[in-house]
């Protein structure tokens, strides 16, 4: 009965969503985003560690951001910019070059000390609003987007970027509906954003993961959906609860969209 039903549920999603068979996952610590992160990885645009991890909920760097996007634009040959004036990015800075063809292409700017000082913070953490503006600049991102987030008031600096970024498809928010603008991005999220702008040129369509937990009698079924959704069937007895919070946990996952229990 239990198998017939999870087969029933599976068809269903598949045929919703339309979705390719699983590829193989190059990095072990991704589970949610994995297309999108293969896929600018076989382009050369992001890059994992050394020890073959992506780490993808950890921060992206003001850099980092520039960096990949000029990857993605092809760009390499950074000589000529004039220079932007950053007080902390001279000539000679190893980054320099990077930064100044990104304000010559017009997709970053700096900021402003408090005694009017430009300057460009290189390393600082890029929150997620900083993003919206770096990528609707850069893409030339307009629309419109007929819902709301409830966090992005009308009066927000980068509202109109976060909706272009909705309005093409990039991002949906998250489940409660909102957008955590002042939140750090995560590498796993800069990989969606991405992706999902490059999907008319060739992006693979995200596949649906399946996770199979032993929880000793039976299994827990965790799925993660093309667009990011979360399902767990079943979580075994009480005892083997904590068992299944640390293996979400260590899949990056903190919350779960749907739960199903097909004997409670």
Request: glycine share 8%.
């Given at each position: 009965m239990f198998k017939k039903l999870f087969f029933s549920l599976m068809a269903v999603l598949l045929f919703l969503v339309n979705i390719p068979a699983a590829s193989a996952n190059s990095f072990p610590d991704v589970t949610s985003f994995k297309e999108e992160i293969e896929f600018l990885t076989s382009k050369g645009i992001i890059q994992g560690h050394e020890d073959g991890t992506f780490k993808p909920r950890d921060p992206v760097t003001r850099i980092q951001a520039v960096q990949m996007i000029l990857r993605e634009k092809g760009v390499a040959d950074f000589s000529g910019a004039a220079d932007p004036g950053f007080i902390d990015v001279r000539p000679g800075h190893p980054r320099y070059g990077e930064i100044a063809k990104a304000v010559e292409l017009g997709f970053i700017d700096g900021k402003v000390n408090e005694k009017g000082e430009k300057y460009f913070d290189p390393y600082s953490h890029l929150t997620r609003a900083q993003m919206a503006?770096?990528?609707?600049?850069?893409?030339?991102?307009?629309?419109?987007?007929?819902?709301?987030?409830?966090?992005?008031?009308?009066?927000?600096?980068?509202?109109?970027?976060?909706?272009?970024?909705?309005?093409n498809g990039i991002t949906e928010g998250y489940h409660d509906g909102s957008f955590k603008p002042a939140a750090d991005l995560e590498r796993q999220h800069f990989a969606a954003f991405m992706a999902r702008h490059l999907d008319d040129t060739?992006?693979?369509?995200?596949?649906?993961?399946?996770?199979?937990?032993?929880v000793g009698q039976g299994d827990s079924i965790f799925i993660q959906t093309p667009s990011g959704k979360t399902i767990?069937?079943?979580?075994?007895?009480?005892?083997?609860?904590?068992?299944?919070?640390s293996y979400l946990k260590q899949a990056g996952v903190d919350s779960i969209d749907v739960m199903v229990a097909t004997h409670p």
């Open positions: 503006k770096i990528l609707a600049e850069a893409y030339n991102l307009e629309g419109t987007y007929p819902k709301k987030f409830i966090d992005v008031r009308d009066d927000h600096w980068a509202r109109e970027y976060i909706y272009a970024l909705a309005a060739g992006a693979a369509v995200p596949d649906m993961a399946v996770h199979f937990i032993d767990l069937i079943d979580g075994g007895k009480r005892s083997a609860g904590e068992k299944v919070v």
